[in-house]
């Protein structure tokens, strides 16, 4: 089945601790992103790749790390979280040929005490 | 920069009734238009994706069309049913640069089916 699978789903940390939170699709897409989103703020572009090795920023990269080491995953990293990252996180992929459709992980919901 | 806009923002009608969502775009250089359905507390789940050059798309019950020119998609669901209840984001794939790839979402449209 093809689909993009992120962990954890639920996930309640402190101030400051390092945290990562999965992302990894069996389709061979070349482009992930990661979006964030929050009430009366909609979903967001944090970060995406276009492939191995290539990120960049997208709208609201403060305090988020990425990287692309292999096709399939792109983890997010949290170095040192704060509460205004308390959100619901979405993994998402789709072909590296633009205006292919876009598949999107369950989420990650976020707490950040 | 992309502002996509959805309207109403919330909608509840009974169940059997023919419905319309609204979704607007300030930029029309648009790659695709796509319409996803979320539950709460889950993930989003794709429902239509509309490429630039094509002006409707129908699956089952659903229909939603694209006119790229005045920036407007509407997502139609016929015969609604209480299962249809969730929310339902417009997004749209900008053209060029350095958006490569991004979506753009609307707020959303919240709907309520009731028996």
């Known amino acids: 089945e093809a689909q993009v699978t992120q962990n954890p789903r639920y996930l309640i940390t402190v101030t400051g601790k390092k945290l990562t939170v999965t992302c990894s699709q069996n389709m061979n897409h070349e482009y992930m992103s990661w979006y964030r989103q929050d009430p009366g703020l909609g979903l967001r572009q944090i970060y995406y790749?276009?492939?191995?090795?290539?990120?960049d920023k997208g709208d609201v990269p403060e305090g988020y790390k990425v990287s692309r080491k292999e096709k399939r995953n792109f983890p997010l990293i949290l170095e040192s979280p704060s509460p205004n990252q308390t959100s619901l996180y979405f993994c998402?992929?789709?072909?590296?040929?633009?205006?292919?459709?876009?598949?999107f992980g369950q989420g990650t919901r976020l707490t950040v005490v | 920069k992309q502002e996509v806009t959805q309207i109403p923002a919330a909608l509840s009608v009974p169940e059997g009734e023919n419905l319309v969502l609204n979704c607007s775009f300030t930029?029309?250089?648009?790659?695709?238009l796509q319409w996803f359905r979320q539950d709460p507390g889950k993930g989003l789940t794709s429902l239509l994706l509309?490429?630039?050059?094509?002006r409707e798309q129908t699956s089952g019950r659903l229909n939603a069309s694209l006119d790229k020119s005045s920036g407007r998609s509407t997502l139609y669901i016929a015969a609604s049913q209480p299962g249809d209840s969730a929310t339902y984001l417009c997004a749209v794939s900008n053209a060029g640069g350095t958006s490569y790839g991004k979506l753009t979402f609307g707020q959303g449209t919240i709907l309520t089916v009731h028996p």
């Open positions: 998402a992929s789709s072909f590296g040929d633009l205006g292919t459709e876009a598949f």
């Open positions: 509309i490429q630039s050059s094509q």
């Open positions: 930029d029309s250089a648009i790659y695709n």
């Open positions: 790749s276009m492939n191995v090795e290539v990120t």
